[in-house]
């Protein structure tokens, strides 16, 4: 599948991002825990390097645990300090801000030495489209000011929010990168809508992910579509979850575009489970 999925103003935010870092103390980016490679921005790393960095694996009611906690192991092994939260509901939330107090606590510390305990630590918050930005920071600063929906691009100037004592957080804009390195990622990341759905096939994409859950989850293909042994290749098994949900276009034929928007929705939703794509 070819994605073509970086718009214009995602050149300038990375240009207005790359500007903000300068006068940003802590990185804190927020990646999707069912697909915490895939939607990392390998040019965080390099805007932000020499930054503190806080990961915030959100989404965690809706992956796997035992991965969450493998992820949360690998990337602290790489050196950053790392939070699971879950925005919608908000749990994993509250521990924010003594998390933050943590990996600052030297400059915290230098900033008391020297006589400004009244200065402001700035956060910036960082992440790609559609993996709950917005949620995360109306969370943590108690009120919705932070745009949120359920769907890639809404979050298009910057905003600042004061926290806590002594903090203010940097909401950005998501940010994609131009270039994929491979197809898996852009699919994973199309499986959870990073991308907008109308720049693809919804057909082809809900059969790879048809045959991503026969591997890894098949036992979700069973109970909620009746699929057993999920045996097939992706569009047999999406013309299969189908017809086992009565889906049928007049003269008898499945209709699986009506299944792979509905499968692509309860994947979103998390009605299959919980199911983590990438482990490390």
């Given at each position: 599948m070819n994605i073509q999925w970086y718009p214009g103003h995602m050149a300038k935010t990375r240009r207005i991002i790359?500007?903000?870092l300068r006068m940003t103390d802590l990185v804190c980016e927020i990646v999707d825990a069912r697909i915490p490679l895939s939607s990392r921005n390998p040019?965080?790393?390099?805007?932000a390097a020499g930054k503190p960095r806080l990961i915030v694996l959100n989404r965690a009611d809706q992956s796997d645990p035992d991965a969450n906690r493998r992820w949360a192991a690998c990337f602290k092994a790489q050196g950053f300090s790392v939070l699971s939260a879950d925005s919608k509901h908000g749990a994993g939330i509250g521990r924010f801000l003594p998390e933050v107090r943590s990996v600052m606590a030297?400059?915290?510390?230098?900033?008391?030495?020297?006589?400004?305990?009244?200065?402001?630590i700035k956060i910036m918050v960082v992440g790609i489209p559609?993996?709950?930005?917005?949620?995360f920071i109306n969370r943590v600063i108690k009120r919705k000011s932070a745009k949120a929906e359920d769907r890639p691009g809404v979050t298009r100037g910057k905003q600042w929010?004061?926290?806590?004592?002594?903090?203010?957080?940097l909401d950005t804009p998501g940010i994609l990168w131009p270039k994929l390195g491979d197809e898996a990622t852009g699919m994973h990341l199309a499986f959870t809508g990073a991308v907008r759905d109308e720049i693809m096939d919804l057909e082809t994409l809900a059969a790879h992910l048809m045959e991503e859950l026969a591997a890894i989850k098949p036992e979700a293909l069973l109970s909620r579509y009746k699929i057993e042994g999920a045996a097939g290749d992706g569009p047999g098994l999406l013309a299969l979850a189908a017809k086992n949900r009565g889906f049928l276009l007049p003269g008898g034929n499945v209709d699986t575009e009506r299944m792979a928007r509905i499968l692509l929705d309860e994947f979103r939703s998390g009605a299959l489970g919980r199911i983590t794509l990438e482990l490390p």
């Open positions: 790359a500007e903000d040019d965080i790393d390099a805007l030297e400059k915290l510390k230098r900033f008391q030495e020297k006589g400004q305990a009244g200065r402001k559609n993996v709950g930005k917005s949620s929010f004061s926290i806590g004592d002594g903090f203010e957080l």
